[in-house]
């Protein structure tokens, strides 16, 4: 029984500190990202990030589950490893473009600027397919810009030009997947169409 407490303290603790973070980020990003100058580490950016995806995600699964069988929540979390594989990859170009400013800079300090700016994937939860992408794409941006200006020291307007290029990725890349989305869940809506209406 103590046992199931402590786990349950665990989890609401842990979800407490990253909402925490998530309202800090998004009320006050300058002093948030300040705070993240003199932290490193991957684990907390990296759970962070997968709340963020999770949450609007985890959302239309549950909206959508009774006309795809429950299909839209096996989905839920392929599209939390998969969103977390991008921010990675996202970072790694982020990483070489911000190279070419400064050379003397970290993986691990431009991976925390990705992961805390996707902070802006909960406008997912917007329900206009591809119109929300391009919100996400703003508001990641924006943020993003805060925190290479907070984190590495760069000016306003470098901050924004380097910011553009990620933007744009998460921009295409969300229209690509959101695109993707409505064709597997239209085929999935009409093959269970399809399996009632022929019994």
């Known amino acids: ?71 839209s929540i096996l989905w839920l979390i392929p599209s939390v490893i998969y969103g977390t594989i991008f921010l990675y990859m996202l970072s790694t170009a982020l990483y070489g473009l911000v190279r070419c400013y400064r050379e003397i800079i970290t993986f691990d300090s431009i991976f925390r600027c990705v992961a805390y700016s996707w902070v802006s994937y909960f406008l997912l939860l917007i329900p206009i397919p591809l119109l929300n992408h391009l919100f996400i794409a703003a508001a990641f941006g924006f943020y993003l810009h805060y925190a290479l200006r907070e984190v590495h020291g760069f000016d306003k307007k470098q901050a924004i030009l380097i910011a553009i290029v990620p933007s744009a990725i998460v921009l295409v890349i969300g229209a690509i997947m959101s695109l993707a989305s409505m064709f597997m869940l239209g085929v999935t809506i009409f093959k269970a169409g399809t399996y009632f209406f022929a019994s």
């Not at 990202?33 to 490193?40: A, G, V």
Request: proline letters at 6%.
């Open 1 to 71: 029984m103590n046992e199931a407490k402590t786990k349950s303290a665990t989890v609401s603790q842990f979800l407490y500190e990253h909402f925490e973070q998530g309202r800090r980020i998004l009320l006050s990003p300058k002093e948030a990202f300040r705070e993240q100058k003199t932290q490193s580490g991957y684990w907390k950016p990296t759970a962070f990030a997968m709340l963020c995806i999770a949450a609007p995600r985890g959302a239309y699964a549950l909206l959508w589950a009774p006309f795809t069988l429950g299909f």
